[in-house]
């Protein structure tokens, strides 16, 4: 009985504790990167390198796939069907995937089992791949290991996805890891609307021994600058973002997009009021398509695509361990989103933009065949 009334005791104490910091976002954040900073390593990781043939990439045919690895992406179906999707149902991997899990399970066991359920080990061509829920953003890493050249990678998120935790792979550590990885020669990051606070307090809790990454690591916020951020870099300083606003913002690091075939990494997250499972940005959907259209048209050649932050409809997703850390962790997003209330119009953007998205690239392909 006092074991019973001593574990109430404690589960109202952190539920009052969670209640309490919500309402302020600066003791919030505080209290996130603290828990934070005591998981980060203090000496990062080497991250040991993929096995790739490096003669072994052309860039044509594109191909277009369909990661299954949460049923997110079924709602899309109807598109996807109708084209010339490849599909590959990973759901077991999804389930091992979600949210966290060890680094040495992430590249081992289910990096082998991607690798023999895609059929080879690298990609041979410019492949689109639509993966789902951004609570498996770190599907992405798998992916870019699978790239057998130098690239530079356009990483559309709201979020840096840069903490370096200890022996563990986050949806929002992997690009920390992305930064490590010989084949990425720069990383663009668009779209970011994080608070100031959070820029800063990811770069102080940076591994000192890490710190050399960030000449790596270009950062281009929708409004406000920030520690990784000057204000030359934010995309709305002047005024509405156009083509024009780009080529101005983007001219002193064209020469350096061109050096190298361009792979994109896109997290919808990035767009305004999306239905993510965060927080989202302050993109609007035509300057999301601007953004990425520049990019685009600005490539010397493309190397590859994934796209993700498709809506999670699995009614059973906060069942699972991982959902249980996710609402301890995340619990003011998802109150103040709304997650849960799925509605049809939440399937209509999401599939609208997996068409647009899907439909940038291809015609972009198809100019290239001619």
Same mark, same amino acid.
Not at 292 to 315: P, T
């Given at each position: 009985?006092? =074991?019973? !009334? ?18 302020? +976002?600066? !003791? ?9 900073? &005591?998981?980060?390593?203090?000496? /990062? ?11 072994? %990439?052309s860039f044509s045919p594109f191909i277009s796939r369909i990661v299954d690895l949460d049923s997110s992406i079924i709602p899309f179906q109807a598109f996807w069907k109708?084209? *010339? ?22 590249? #081992? ?29 770190? %599907? ?6 699978? !790239? ?7 990483? %559309?998120?709201? /979020? ?10 986050? @949806? ?6 992305? &930064? ?12 970011? *609307? ?22 790596? &690591? ?24 156009? +083509? ?15 050096? $190298?075939? &361009?792979?994109?990494?896109? *997290?919808?997250? @990035?767009?305004?009021? $999306?239905? =993510? ?18 990019? !685009? ?5 493309? =190397?590859?695509?994934?796209?993700? #932050? ?12 991982? #959902?249980?850390?996710?609402?301890? %962790? ?9 997650y849960h209330l799925v509605k049809e119009s939440t399937y209509e953007l999401n599939n609208m933009l997996n068409e647009r998205i899907y439909c940038e690239f291809k015609?972009?392909? *198809?100019?290239?065949?001619?």
């Amino acid at each position: 009985m006092i =074991a019973l !009334i001593t574990f109430v005791i404690i589960l109202l104490f952190f539920i009052g504790l969670i209640t309490l910091v919500s309402f302020s +976002i600066e !003791i919030r954040d505080r209290v996130a990167w603290f828990i934070l900073s &005591l998981m980060t390593e203090k000496q /990062h990781e080497p991250l040991v390198e993929k096995d790739l043939c490096l003669t072994g %990439f052309s860039f044509s045919p594109f191909i277009s796939r369909i990661v299954d690895l949460d049923s997110s992406i079924i709602p899309f179906q109807a598109f996807w069907k109708s084209q *010339d999707f490849k599909v590959y149902s990973l759901k077991d991997v999804g389930r091992i995937m979600r949210l966290i899990l060890p680094r040495s399970l992430l590249l #081992g066991f289910v990096e082998k089992t991607v690798d023999q359920r895609l059929g080879s080990s690298q990609e041979t061509s410019p492949t689109l791949t639509f993966y789902g829920d951004d609570t498996n953003n770190h %599907f992405s890493l798998l992916l870019l290991r699978r !790239i057998p050249i130098k690239v530079n990678v356009i990483f %559309f998120d709201n /979020h840096l996805d840069s903490v370096f935790l200890k022996g563990f792979e986050h @949806c929002g550590s992997w690009m920390a890891r992305g &930064l490590m990885m010989e084949n990425v020669n720069k990383v663009f990051h668009i779209g970011s *609307d994080e608070s100031p606070f959070e820029h800063q307090s990811c770069l102080e809790i940076w591994p000192k021994s890490a710190k050399g990454l960030l000449s790596k &690591l270009h950062v281009f916020r929708t409004r406000n600058s920030s520690v990784f951020c000057p204000s030359s870099n934010v995309l709305r300083s002047r005024g509405e973002i156009t +083509i024009s606003s780009l080529e101005k913002i983007f001219a002193p690091h064209i020469d350096e997009l061109r050096k $190298y075939p &361009l792979y994109f990494c896109l *997290d919808k997250d @990035c767009i305004i009021n $999306y239905p =993510a499972q965060w927080s989202t940005g302050q993109l609007s959907v035509e300057e999301f398509f601007t953004c990425l259209r520049f990019f !685009i048209n600005s490539a010397s050649s493309i =190397a590859g695509a994934d796209v993700c #932050g498709d809506h999670n409809h699995d009614k059973y997703y906060y069942n699972r361990f991982s #959902g249980w850390y996710n609402l301890f %962790f995340h619990y003011f997003e998802l109150l103040m989103d709304d997650y849960h209330l799925v509605k049809e119009s939440t399937y209509e953007l999401n599939n609208m933009l997996n068409e647009r998205i899907y439909c940038e690239f291809k015609t972009y392909f *198809d100019n290239a065949s001619t």
